[in-house]
């Protein structure tokens, strides 16, 4: 296959933002530039519509699988073939405007600058959106990718239940997002995500670009206590089976387990659920979720092995029956050298200020990456702040990082690094994951 000739068509920035702006209509959290668009919710289903139009009117060949997942290619049948770019449309409910929705429709803006240029590179490109990347709704995150590449079957993915016990499947056929296509999916040659930082890292070093080169690994528990619910004013202190009071005493001794590992490790208890959750009532039952990060497997097991102590110590303090259930667990994810060596190359010829880091957040590209050559560009996060409506990314900053996109994936399609993926490729296959 030839080399990428004259180069990548720019894109054009003030068509990506109109989309952002357009999408972030749906589901706009008042008064804030933010959104609320959980997973298979009737806002996922008009976001799902919208972006879906916009795929047609391009002339892609779309294609939704049974769990909703959508995948778009200029060439009909020909996804095994193409560079495949794409995130997330669904938000968490105090979400921002940038985080996923910026792959998908940088992804389709790189395709509508590559048509709308005449050039036809090599390979076909394709963009996707996979379902429910975060989490919040059903558990665990990146569950459309997750399936997509063979990671859990379809069966057990669409009986998941949110917390009001509603299944994936049923929310699925309801807004009309089951599709017929099969999952696993079909594997493409590679896959690159752009996507916000969500840290703040890039703009303490006053960056451009985040040459992502893995994402730190995550376990998510829910915890759950049972004591006993009682007369806030009756009950002696000493008597009490107090479930409120060791839940917050599990959360402080998680933020001082994140403390003493060090390094990479995070640790977050993001819910408590009080029961009855009343002034005067002593709580008899409190259900927490604890997330835990870090880019080392070894020490993210250790982690897991001192909550665990941690819950068995406090719930016998206080007379407590506890259960612990595992939600989601991914190991860290490594991307590919030769396609992260790609990026950073493109940075750099491009001018961009760029360093190499990993991923704080999960991302589909983690799953992605199990199955082909797979990585991802950040661009900067205002404030480091996202996961929240006030989340922001210069319009200078997307425009680069979607240029810079559109660069790595003409350099992909026309086979600029064919050789170095070539036994890898051989080793994933061409074809449907397994
Ligand atoms: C998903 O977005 C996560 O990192 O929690
Ligand atoms: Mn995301
Ligand atoms: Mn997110």
């Known amino acids: 296959m ?14 990506l933002m109109g989309r952002l702006d357009a999408l972030a209509q749906i589901g706009a959290i008042e008064g804030t530039q933010g959104n609320c668009r959980l997973a298979l919710t009737d806002e996922d289903r008009d976001g799902r519509d ?20 959508v995948v778009a290619c200029t060439e009909p049948g020909r996804v095994a073939d193409s560079v495949m770019m794409g995130s997330h449309i669904d938000t968490v409910a105090t979400g921002g405007r940038y985080d996923g929705n910026l792959g998908v429709l940088a992804g389709l803006e790189v395709i509508e600058s590559v048509l709308a240029s005449g050039q036809t590179p090599a390979r076909p490109l394709s963009v996707a959106y996979f379902t429910d990347e975060e989490g919040s709704r059903f558990a665990p995150d ?59 890292v890039l703009e303490f070093h006053e960056t451009q670009i985040g040459v992502v080169e893995g994402v730190q690994g995550i376990s998510w528990t829910e915890v759950t206590l049972s004591g006993q619910s009682n007369h806030a004013g009756t009950t002696p202190m000493p008597l009490r089976r107090d479930a409120g009071l060791a839940a917050c005493r599990i959360a402080g001794e998680v933020r001082e387990l994140a403390h003493n590992i060090g390094d990479s490790q995070v640790g977050t208890v993001g819910s408590i659920s009080l029961v009855p959750n009343l002034v005067n009532v002593i709580a008899g039952a409190a259900v927490m979720t604890v997330d835990l990060r870090n880019t080392s497997e070894p020490m993210l097991q250790h982690a897991e092995a001192r909550l665990d102590e941690i819950v068995s110590r406090i719930a016998e303090g ?3 029956d506890a259960a612990m259930r595992r939600t989601a667990r991914f190991e860290p994810v490594e991307f590919h ?29 983690q799953m992605l990456a199990r199955v082909c050559p797979t990585a991802m560009i950040f661009v900067p996060s205002f404030d480091g702040v996202s996961h929240n409506p006030a989340e922001y990314t210069s319009p200078e900053d997307i425009e680069a990082g979607a240029n810079l996109l559109a660069d790595v994936v003409w350099r ?3 086979g600029d690094i064919d050789s170095a993926l070539a036994g890898d490729r051989d080793a994933a296959g061409n074809g449907t994951a397994a």
Request: charged fraction near 20%; include cysteine.
């Open 318 to 320: 206080e007379h407590l």
């Open 337 to 365: 050298p030769a396609v992260i060596d790609l990026v950073e190359r493109c940075a750099a010829e491009a001018g961009l200020t760029h360093r190499r880091m990993p991923s704080g957040a999960g991302h589909d590209a």
């Open 2 to 15: 030839s080399g990428s000739g004259g180069g990548a068509p720019r894109i054009d920035g003030a068509r």
């Open 142 to 200: 990146m569950l459309g990718s997750l399936a997509y590449v063979g990671g859990m079957a379809l069966e057990e993915a669409l009986e998941i239940t949110d917390r009001d016990g509603i299944a994936v499947g049923d929310e699925l056929d309801r807004i009309g997002y089951r599709g017929p296509a099969p999952v696993p999916g079909t594997v493409p040659y590679a896959y690159m995500e752009l996507h916000i930082e969500q840290g703040p």
């Open 412 to 414: 992909l399609a026309n």
């Open 50 to 69: 919208l972006v879906g139009t916009w795929m047609a009117d391009l002339g892609l060949e779309l294609t939704v699988d049974g769990l909703g997942n």
